[in-house]
C-alpha cells in the first residue's frame, strides 16, 4: 500500500505494534499484511522492552529478521519516571536499554523528561530536570544513542516551550525531539505553533490525533492535530525521518500502565482499530 504515498516518500512508516496484540507473532502477521517494514519496539508478548533480556531480545530479533522487519526505534520508558524517584537505579535502565538498541540495531531511544510532583511548579524542577538529563545524555553519548524526547503530557517537557528549552540546552547529536501531535493537544497546546518552534529539533514524529474539546484520541486527521498541514511543512522541509503510528484508539494491554489517568477507548477490538489509524495515515500521506 506504501506505493500510493505522494507526500513524505522518503519518510519510513513505522509503529506501536503491540497495539495491535501482545503477542509478537501476531503482531509480525499483521505487520506483512500491510507492508510495514519497522517497528518502534515497546513491549512483545506482554513484556515491556526495558524488562528484556539480552537473550530475549536476540530471539525477538531473530523473529523481526525473518519477517523483514526492522526496529526504528527502542519505545522505552526511560525518563517516565517521578522527579522524586531514584535516578541511580533509572541510569541503570539506560545503560540496560542501549544495550538493547545495539541488539536491535537501532541508534533511536524514545526518552521522556519526568513526571514533576504535584506540589512544585515546573519552573522550581529546571534545574533538577536538566541535572538528570545531562547525565543521560552523557551516557548515550558514550554508545553513540540517540535519545529522542517526547513530549508525553505532565512530564517537564510536555508544552512546546519547555520542549523548546530542553532542545536550546541539550540538543545535539544524542538529544533530538520526537513531536507528538495528540499529546501536545491533551495538554492545550497548538501543534502548529509547536512544529514552528521546534522544526530544527525534530528527528522522529508520532503519529495520533486528539479532538481538542474531549482529548479524545482519534485517527490521524480527524482531531485538531493539524497533522495534514504540518506533514505538508514536513515534506517541504525534506524531511526523511520515521513516522510512527502510535494509534491509541482501543484499550490495548498495557494501556494504563503507559498514561496517567488512561481514559477509556471506545473501541475494543485493537487489530480493527490499528487498521483504523493506519488506512488514515494513509489516506493523508495520499
Known sequence: MNEIRKRLTNSPISCFADEIAASLDRQIEVLQELGIRYIELRSADGTNVSAFTPEYARTVKQKLDAAGIRV????????????????????????????????????????????????????????????????????????????????????????????????????????????????????????????????PYITYVHVKDCVQATREIVPAGQGDGKISEIFTLLDRSGYEGFLSLEPHLANFSGLNSLEKDAAVRAENDTERAFHIAYRALMQLLS
Do not use: W
Open 72 to 199: 526504528s526505534a527502542i519505545g522505552s520508558p526511560v525518563g517516565k519516571i517521578n522527579l522524586e524517584d531514584d535516578f541511580k537505579s533509572h541510569m541503570k535502565m539506560l545503560i540496560a536499554v542501549e544495550r538493547l538498541a545495539d541488539i536491535f540495531e537501532t541508534p533511536y531511544i524514545r526518552m521522556f523528561s519526568f513526571y514533576l510532583p504535584e506540589s512544585r511548579t515546573p519552573e522550581s524542577c529546571r534545574d533538577e530536570v536538566l541535572s538528570r538529563l545531562e547525565q543521560m545524555v552523557a551516557e548515550a553519548a558514550k554508545n553513540r544513542i540517540i535519545l529522542l524526547h517526547e513530549n508525553e503530557k505532565a512530564i517537564y517537557g510536555d508544552t512546546a516551550p519547555r520542549c523548546l528549552d530542553l532542545m536550546k540546552q541539550l540538543a545535539g547529536e544524542t538529544f533530538r525531539c520526537t513531536f507528538d501531535f495528540a499529546n501536545f493537544i491533551e495538554c492545550g497546546q497548538d501543534t502548529l505553533e509547536a512544529f514552528h518552534m521546534l522544526q
